[in-house]
Nanobody, 124 residues
Framework: QVHLVESGGGLVEAGGPLRLSCAVSGSFVSIGVMGWYRQIPGKQRELVAT???????NYADSIKGRFTISRDNAKNTMYLQMNSLKPEDTALYYC??????????????????WGQGTQVTVSS
């Protein structure tokens, strides 16, 4: 099994920083694209940022210049450094990870996994 553990959410004043982490553990062959998504109650989950294994990043326009996604492949961990937070950044943040696992039949299987979510609340 593969597990995703998110941490780092919390309450912060507008303009302040927060850093989210997503650690991958368990039995897997490799980790591909990792990403952060967020969801506000009543709205669809939206992409925040993604990072490939070599480090290529992609950001939503709403957070460009304020958030930085990164990963440490040796630690199987992804980060989201969030600066200049705004009240509209308040949401439940989820990590999303593509992993390859070995099946019982010896074949490789591709899985897309979600973390449990971590709440980020920005006060005005």
């Amino acid at each position: 099994q593969v597990h995703l553990v998110e941490s780092g959410g919390g309450l912060v004043e507008a303009g302040g920083p927060l850093r989210l982490s997503c650690a991958v553990s368990g039995s897997f062959v490799s980790i591909g694209v990792m990403g952060w998504y967020r969801q506000i109650p009543g709205k669809q989950r939206e992409l925040v940022a993604t990072v490939t294994r070599p480090g290529t990043t992609n950001y939503a326009d709403s957070i460009k210049g304020r958030f930085t996604i990164s990963r440490d492949n040796a630690k199987n961990t992804m980060y989201l450094q969030m600066n200049s937070l705004k009240p509209e950044d308040t949401a439940l943040y989820y990590c999303n990870v593509d992993v390859v696992v070995a099946g019982v039949d010896g074949n490789y299987k591709y899985l897309r996994l979600w973390g449990q979510g971590t709440q980020v609340t920005v006060s005005s």
